[in-house]
């Protein structure tokens, strides 16, 4: 190095393993303080992804309206846990919110909304993609569309003619055909 120049030298730190790492670097030269060193510390940290509920059941649903239910996700790690995406696979779930940073020890909880658009079953999943092992996660999650359907019959009642200030009593059968009361 020129007299009054100066090199950068880079060091890497690449920890193998979720702990306190420390060590030296030497620097061996031709001045009178030959060998030289500066001392390097660093910690090896790692987010864990875990999840609580495993998967979501929302049930009977009525067509037209939605039921909110959430899963809590948890950092057991020592580092930060950065969920870049979640998302469902199936348009009758939807989540939010979408992405998240959550802190070691911490938690965050994500609520997912079921919105039937007709009767019947649906299922999806839930995928969380994030800098932990093992990503993407996904989940499973199912509910069940159901609503009334009204018929009637008969479709129409005859009174015939009914003599002023008499009564004439008929009936019609209302029958729920659907898959939730009417």
Do not use: C, W
Not at 34 to 59: K, M, N, R, Y
Not at 114 to 141: K, R
């Amino acid at each position: 190095i020129a007299p009054s120049g100066s090199e950068t030298f880079y060091i890497t730190f690449f920890p193998s393993l979720t702990q306190v790492s420390t060590g030296n670097v030497i620097f061996t030269h031709d001045a009178s303080s030959s060998p030289d060193s500066i001392h390097l510390t660093g910690a090896g940290v790692q987010p864990v992804f875990s999840a609580t509920p495993s998967e979501l059941h929302f049930g009977n649903v009525v067509v037209g309206t939605n039921k909110r239910d959430s899963i809590l996700v948890r950092n057991t790690g020592t580092g930060s846990l950065h969920i870049d995406s979640v998302f469902t696979d199936n348009d009758v779930f939807t989540v939010l919110p979408t992405k998240a940073t959550i802190g070691a020890s911490r938690t965050k909880r994500f609520y997912i909304s079921f919105s039937p658009a007709d009767s019947g079953e649906n299922m999806g999943n839930i995928t969380f993609q994030h800098d932990g092992e093992d990503s993407p996660t996904s989940f499973p999650l199912d509910g069940t569309g159901v609503e009334p359907i009204f018929s009637v019959s008969p479709s129409s009642l005859s009174f015939g003619n009914v003599v002023v200030g008499t009564v004439k009593t008929d009936s019609v059968i209302v029958t729920n055909t659907g898959t939730s009361t009417l």
